[in-house]
């Protein structure tokens, strides 16, 4: 589910989003939750992918962290009329709780998930090592390095508390000069605010924030914007390997392996500022250039 292109305004807060984030209990597995009052013409879809492991978060014990999410986004949703989350209690073992939930508007699912929850035990460990790039402080965020190349920001780029500061280059400026074209797509992110120490809200942020930018890795690739090419999410997949926190840098080092058919494959390794993978993220995206000048 993509955003409209055309969208403005001043964005939504920290607080906006910890607010449509905080579903409505109808019944014991059926949850209801909104959009920001002011957004784009379509419902994001990092916020339904958020809004519904929020919900089946909160049918799981505590003790019993997500560790990893498959989602397929189905329909365009509404954001002028709520989005009602059912929830299957699809199994309950000793060690891995597993969720699946159906977001539903106008009697239609528009979107589906299934998560795993798992107590915590001691096991094997490794990781790939995060890429030697600059620190955050050292890079200028996205709004500005818009703001000197399009002499503005746009309303639908601003519309997150989420900071971002791109390590390489933007896609309006790969489409300027085509040597800066690249499949790599390394980004600084933080929530702006300070979040709730429980860990169900720091993975539904980075759930949030996860949707972002992969796609426009894509774009990057190929030197194009939003601009003149329908995009949107068909599915995402998350695993969560190791605690984090939203509100602090982690390094999002996105990339494509593939692009045919308009659709779209991208890929992203998510680090703490101290080297720490804490996630992986996989998405595949329609990508229909629709003005190929």
Known sequence: ????????????????????????RIENDIFRGNSPDEGPQRVFGGLVAGQALVAAGRTVPEERHVHSLHAYFIRPGDPAVPIVYEVDRARDGRSFTTRRVVAIQHGKPIFTLSASFHKAEPGLDHQ????????????PSRDERLQDVLGRVPGFVRWHPIELRPVGPLSIEAQRKPWMRTNTNPIWLKVNGKLPDDPLTQVCLMTYASDMTLLDTVLLRHGK??????????????????????????????????AQGARGLARGLVYTRDGQLVCSVVQEGLIRVTDDA
Do not use: I, K, N
């Not at 589910?1 to 409505?24: H, I, K, N, T, W």
């Not at 601009?227 to 997949?237: F, I, T, Y």
């Open 1 to 24: 589910m993509s955003e409209s292109a055309g969208a403005e305004g001043q964005g939504q807060s920290l607080e906006d989003l910890l607010r449509v984030l905080d579903l409505e």
């Open 128 to 139: 790939v090592p995060m890429p030697d790039v600059p620190a955050p402080e050292e890079l």
């Open 225 to 258: 914007t939003p601009v003149g090419v329908a995009m949107a999410s068909l599915d995402h997949a998350m695993w969560f390997h190791r605690p984090f926190r939203a509100d602090e840098w982690l390094l999002y080092a996105q990339e494509t392996p593939s």
